[in-house]
């Protein structure tokens, strides 16, 4: 029989797991940061991990900001250029890392509502499917400063 002190210990545990990232249901968020050109930019690409701990899959079915318009997009190669298109919803499977990375699926912040710079912080709120909502802040870098 384990003691009170094991069981706090053990919820404790169970509570952070992930180290204080965000999340959302069996959904932690990681590695997440805007993209901005360097003058004049009129929009920004979001990349981000989303670590899914869970047996059942989840879907990423919406993103916003009070920065901008928040929309899911996906990119590929076809006949030598790159090309994106704007995704509905994006699946994310259990047990695995769905990445949001250039030239993959990311997120685009565009039509601004207040000046942004590299240095500054955006809220982002996720909306997953099963696992609900989870807003936090992802600071703004320069593009190719990896």
Known sequence: ???PGVILALLLGAC?????LPRSGDVLVAEA????????????????ELR?????A???VAARSDAGAVSIHSSRTENGLMMMR????????????TRLRSGEHHLMLEQFTRPLAVG????LTLQLARGGEVTF???IRMVGND
């Open 58 to 60: 989840d879907t990423l």
């Open 137 to 139: 802040a992802m600071p």
């Open 52 to 56: 899914h701990l869970g047996t059942l």
């Open 86 to 97: 704007p995704l509905e919803v994006l699946e994310i499977l259990p047990g695995r890392t």
């Open 16 to 20: 952070t797991q992930g180290g204080g």
């Open 33 to 48: 940061e805007w993209r901005i050109a360097p003058a004049a930019a009129t929009s920004a690409a979001g990349y981000l």
């Open 120 to 123: 500054d912080t955006v809220q």
């Open 1 to 3: 029989m384990k003691g």
